[in-house]
């Protein structure tokens, strides 16, 4: 998705909304008030960092890591599959809550990352496709030729890999977007699927860190 800003929505006293990312394919924000029904997975992250309390009269630019580590388990899982649709994924990164600064909760979401079985990739791939979202790079400025070349380029992709075409746009500029997807599209067509398969792990970890790290700043 374009990494065009969107605005949080308001939550109830004590929620916090799951802002919308900057680079997801398609996207939906999810209220963190609303605690989904999952069974729990004993899952957790290894760590040699203690738990801390933090201080957000003195660190105010924490305030939301500390709403997202005081917050109830079943909506901050719900939160965190905005940001990346593993189920398992999500569980992990709340079971080792709380996080002492944001540094430490980017580096277990990028083990988590790491981590994903076959199964847990397709389940978060699948979850990028239901999105009520155009497909990446088509509201990038360009010309119709190119709006239609991007969209057979996506259906190729789709219709070889079973799967939508995921990539991380962070620093693309508006005006160059669509080449970019276009390009990388193509590119990655050439992989075989176990190839692209690493290849789009790797895409969807580096926008689940993108998105979390958008979700924890939020300062009010």
Partial sequence: MEALPRRAVSAPSGGIVAPAAPCRTRFTPRLWSIPPSRPHEEDPLASDIPPQRLDVRTEPSLLGLHRFNEADSGAVEEALLACCGSHRWALRLTAHRPYPDIESLLAAA???SYDLRPADLAEALADESWMPQP???MRA????????ALRAAHAAYEARFGHVFVVCLDGVDPEEMLDAVLTSIRTRLANDPDEERLVSAEEL???A???LEHLVAVKN
Avoid at 141 to 148: K, L, R
């Fill in 110 to 112: 990028s083990e988590a």
């Fill in 135 to 137: 497909l990446l790079g």
């Fill in 141 to 148: 400025p360009g010309s119709q030729a190119a709006h239609t």
């Fill in 205 to 207: 970890r580096r926008i």
């Fill in 209 to 211: 860190l993108s998105r």
